[in-house]
């Protein structure tokens, strides 16, 4: 009644609302656990879009929360009223005891602090000397080769998982931490999952399945709302992988302070060898700051990343005309041997032309939260009004704007990297928030986006020297985690070789398995 009477007061109605049949919502919520756990990442949520519209209210447990996929609502979010969307408590506190008070999780001054502290280190200088990339990218694609001359298929998911920790661990920290010399575990293998079956010899790959083990906690948390706290009031689900990320962080924080002890805080200039944990230890040497900070940038680092190289590797298995096509680029450009430098990089349009069409199918972070400070008005394409209540979460799906008919067309679920070059791209250019696979606006990470296009076009380019195809192996994917036979006909349920998931970023589940055939010496096509 509130909210309805402040909807008149500023000429606008309220969001249609999604409400259960029991008191507060709980079979709705029930049924919305349910559905996520067992369908494509948002099929639910599309599901309510095809029967509310592109922006409704769920109402559960008497908590509203406002999800959309509209361009226009998303700018207002991210850029005309910006200081109105923040984090807010609730996420704040379900995601501090993996992330901290870092930049991630963090609004107004923490924000702007953490920010401030890191911007300086990356320079352009910086983050387009591939020495790192090509170091690491030599051993995992040796690796990659010795296993597929063995026959064994691969986890690409794991595989690039491992070449971005240690090319972000060295770049961001001056760690060597070769997680890449630790053996693959092959397709009949049973990776330890819980921490009662790890080895006590502590591994980095340890540290990967205790970030993806967090990224799923917070998952839940976050669809769960302020009951999550009575799930875990037994114990907070977070400290068994949090033990392993921390023994895995606190070595490399413990010697960079030991090191740097003498270094007078806040100098006028980074050199050209300084790691950004250097770098933060000369702004503070309070631990806290510098753990949350080195966890956040590590995560952020990689993850996207990583998410981003494998399903442009699966997409070039479900398209060997395009992988021809990018391959014969390439190999003209680049040559069959040459390390690519930035100038390469920025010559090769299909190349990035496949890696856009990438991110628009699996954005790596597929959705997004906001809880407003003040209430706000939401006007549609027709200029109707729409109230939006003060501290209130909003939750922004960039997946399905991404696959949006009335934004991309009716092909907008095809895979098709010429639509970066013909009359199809006037759309993005007059609606650029269309395309947000790194968010945009004042939270626009323009460091992590100018990194991350060039830290996936090197390692693309290396594969594509090295092999000249890529096969799909689903027989090698472990039990139950093939696409359901029962998934409604939906999105891209029915093309869909391999099971989209998401937590925080987007991932496929159970790996996504594949081999590759080795390149002729020389690189012919």
């Known amino acids: 009644m509130r909210n309805a009477r402040a909807a008149r007061r500023l000429g606008a109605v309220q969001y249609p609302i999604v409400e259960g049949r029991w008191p507060g919502s709980v079979d709705l919520l029930i049924n919305m656990m349910r559905r996520l756990e067992g369908e494509y990442t948002t099929d639910y949520m599309a599901e309510l879009a095809e029967e509310y519209g592109p922006t409704y209210i769920i109402r559960i447990l008497w908590d509203d929360e406002v999800i959309t996929i509209e361009p226009r609502h998303i700018k207002q979010i991210l850029v005309n009223n910006f200081p109105n969307y923040i984090k807010g408590e609730e996420f704040n506190i379900a995601t501090r005891?993996?992330?901290?008070?870092?930049?991630?999780?963090?609004?107004?001054?923490?924000?702007?602090?953490?920010?401030?502290?890191?911007?300086?280190?990356?320079?352009?200088?910086?983050?387009?000397?591939?020495?790192?990339?090509?170091?690491?990218?030599?051993?995992?694609?040796?690796?990659?080769?010795?296993?597929?001359?063995?026959?064994?298929?691969?986890?690409?998911?794991?595989?690039?998982?491992?070449?971005?920790?240690?090319?972000?661990?060295?770049?961001?920290?001056?760690?060597?931490?070769?997680?890449?010399?630790?053996?693959?575990?092959?397709?009949?293998?049973?990776?330890?999952?819980?921490?009662?079956?790890?080895?006590?010899?502590?591994?980095?790959?340890?540290?990967?399945?205790?970030?993806?083990?967090?990224?799923?906690?917070?998952?839940?948390?976050?669809?769960?709302?302020?009951?999550?706290?009575?799930?875990?009031?037994?114990?907070?689900?977070?400290?068994?992988?949090?033990?392993?990320?921390n023994k895995f962080l606190g070595p490399i924080l413990e010697d960079a302070l030991s090191r740097n002890q003498d270094v007078t805080e806040a100098p006028n200039e980074i050199g050209s060898d300084t790691t950004f944990l250097e770098h933060m230890i000369s702004q503070t040497k309070d631990r806290v700051v510098l753990r949350d900070s080195i966890m956040n940038m590590l995560t952020a680092g990689r993850e996207p990343i990583t998410c981003t190289i494998a399903f442009l590797t699966y997409m070039l298995s479900q398209h060997p005309k395009v992988l021809g096509r990018l391959r014969e680029e390439i190999l003209h450009v680049v040559g069959p041997l040459k390390v690519p430098q930035y100038d390469d990089i920025r010559s090769l349009r299909y190349l990035r032309a496949v890696i856009n069409e990438t991110l628009r199918l699996f954005p790596p972070v597929?959705?997004?939260?906001?809880?407003?400070?003040?209430?706000?008005?939401?006007?549609?394409?027709?200029?109707?009004?729409?109230?939006?209540?003060?501290?209130?979460?909003?939750?922004?799906?960039?997946?399905?704007?991404?696959?949006?008919?009335?934004?991309?067309?009716?092909?907008?679920?095809?895979?098709?990297?010429?639509?970066?070059?013909?009359?199809?791209?006037?759309?993005?250019?007059?609606?650029?928030?269309?395309?947000?696979?790194?968010?945009?606006?004042?939270?626009?990470?323009?460091?992590?986006?100018?990194?991350?296009?060039?830290?996936?076009?090197?390692m693309i380019i290396r594969l594509l020297q090295s092999f000249s195809s890529i096969e799909l192996r689903p027989e090698a994917q472990p039990k139950g985690t093939l696409p359901p036979s029962d998934w409604p006909v939906r999105d891209r349920n029915q093309v869909e070789k391999i099971w989209p998931r998401s937590h925080v970023t987007l991932y496929s589940e159970g790996g996504l398995w594949l081999t590759m055939d080795e390149a002729a010496l020389g690189g012919e096509l």
């Open 97 to 245: 005891a993996v992330l901290g008070s870092g930049v991630f999780n963090a609004d107004n001054q923490v924000w702007k602090f953490h920010r401030a502290m890191a911007r300086p280190f990356f320079t352009r200088e910086r983050i387009t000397d591939f020495d790192i990339f090509a170091r690491h990218a030599d051993k995992i694609i040796q690796k990659m080769k010795d296993n597929f001359s063995a026959g064994n298929p691969i986890d690409i998911q794991d595989a690039m998982g491992r070449f971005t920790l240690d090319s972000a661990a060295e770049f961001l920290f001056g760690a060597a931490l070769d997680s890449i010399s630790e053996s693959f575990i092959l397709a009949n293998d049973k990776p330890p999952t819980q921490a009662k079956d790890r080895s006590m010899h502590f591994t980095s790959s340890a540290f990967i399945r205790a970030v993806r083990d967090t990224q799923q906690l917070i998952a839940r948390r976050l669809w769960l709302g302020p009951i999550w706290m009575i799930t875990e009031m037994f114990g907070d689900n977070s400290t068994m992988p949090m033990k392993d990320i």
């Open 366 to 458: 597929p959705m997004n939260l906001r809880c407003t400070v003040n209430e706000d008005v939401w006007t549609d394409a027709d200029g109707k009004r729409y109230y939006i209540p003060p501290n209130i979460t909003v939750g922004y799906i960039v997946l399905l704007m991404h696959r949006d008919r009335g934004y991309w067309g009716e092909d907008a679920l095809e895979f098709d990297p010429d639509r970066w070059f013909d009359p199809r791209m006037q759309k993005v250019l007059k609606e650029p928030f269309i395309f947000l696979p790194f968010n945009a606006g004042h939270e626009s990470a323009w460091v992590n986006r100018f990194f991350a296009y060039n830290e996936i076009s090197f």
